[in-house]
Structure formats: C-alpha cells, structure tokens
C-alpha cells in the first residue's frame, strides 16, 4: 500500500505564488507518473501537471508557463510551484501517482490541499 500525504496550499493573493509538495510512503514500490490534479465543486478533477521518472514534464494548457512540477525519486516526493495565480486557480488540489508494487501497478490519491486565491 503507497500513501500520498500533501502539504502546502491555503489563501494567497492574485498574482502570488504558493508551492505544494507530496511524500509516498510505503513498502516495496516504484513509483512511474506522478502528477497533480484539480478540482472546484460542480466540475471534474483536470490534470494540471504531471512528471515521469525520467523528468519528463506535461502541463495543462491553462497552467503552462506558471507552474513547475518537479520531483526527488529518491525521496519519492513531487512539488507543483505555482507562480502568477488568478482566481480560477482555486480548487483542490490533489496529488496523484501510478506505481508498480508486489501487487502489480496501481495508482493512489493524495487527500487534497485547498487553494485559494483571492484579494
């Protein structure tokens, strides 16, 4: 079992920055995509970034230019830094990761962390 604990997030001001990071823990497992997503009540989750082991990066259209994800393998970690916030940027946001373990390949979801932006 791989667990997703999210940290970061709360209420910034439009134009401002706000960094968030996601841990996995568990036994005997190898993480491959790890990314984030997010969600505002009355809408589907939407992927905002994600990153492979290999650090190769994909943004959603709405974000690019103004986040950057990054990630430690070997700390088994992935940080979104979100630059130039607007108000449509507030949601939940939830880390996400697909990974290989004695159980085959799955994929696990972090708690989520509220951002808000506004004045």
């Known amino acids: 079992q791989v667990y997703l604990v999210e940290s970061g997030g709360g209420l910034v001001q439009p134009g401002g920055s706000v960094l968030l990071s996601c841990a996995a823990s568990?036994?005997?497992?190898?993480?491959?995509?790890m990314g984030w997503y997010r969600q505002v009540p009355g809408k589907e989750r939407e992927p905002v970034a994600a990153i492979s082991s290999g650090g190769i990066t994909d943004y959603g259209k709405s974000v690019k230019g103004r986040f950057t994800v990054s990630r430690d393998n070997a700390k088994n970690t992935v940080s979104l830094q979100m630059n130039s916030l607007k108000p449509e940027d507030t949601a939940v946001y939830y880390c996400n990761a697909d990974y290989y373990s004695d159980d085959g390949y799955s994929e696990v979801w972090g708690q989520g962390t509220q951002v808000t932006v506004s004045s």
């Open positions: 568990g036994t005997r497992f190898r993480i491959n995509v």
